[in-house]
């Protein structure tokens, strides 16, 4: 899992208005978001999830309207292999999941780091076989 998580955890405050979310995936380049209230984890905000508000409400909506909450979050675990939850994520229609170890968040996995180092592996196997 090492190799497709990335162990950067950012994080914004569910009371910002989507508003200034926008401006920190703009100001970042990040796509997701742990979402945190009181130093703990309560959901994961996404440009998805901010695409799915009309724009003229960004400003008048928080982070917490529309994150996706940590009950609901299907977490993967630091040793789950990578062809099960790469289906999973695409079944439940996800980019991104946070990953756990002893009940902690240890990183994020992506749908395209996932696909990279597939791609990468495929490209080896078929060097390997000139």
């Known amino acids: ?6 162990a950067e955890l950012p994080t914004v405050g569910r009371e910002i208005s989507l508003e200034d979310y926008a401006r920190e995936i703009l100001r970042t380049g ?9 130093e703990q984890l309560v959901g ?21 309207a529309v994150m996706l909450p940590k009950e ?4 993967p675990r630091r040793k789950s292999p990578r062809f099960p939850l790469l289906d999973r994520m695409r079944n439940v ?8 170890a002893g009940g902690s968040v240890v990183g994020i996995v ?3 780091s996932i ?11 078929s060097l390997a076989g000139r």
């Open 1 to 6: 899992m090492a190799d497709i998580m990335t």
């Open 30 to 38: 990040r796509r997701a978001h742990l979402v945190v209230a009181h």
């Open 44 to 64: 994961l905000m996404t440009a998805e999830a901010l695409h799915s508000v009309p724009q003229q409400d960004w400003d008048v909506t928080s982070v917490q």
């Open 72 to 75: 609901k979050l299907h977490w």
């Open 93 to 100: 229609g996800m980019q991104q999941m946070p990953v756990i």
């Open 110 to 112: 992506t749908r395209d």
């Open 115 to 125: 696909l990279h180092v597939l791609q990468a592996r495929g490209e080896l196997s």
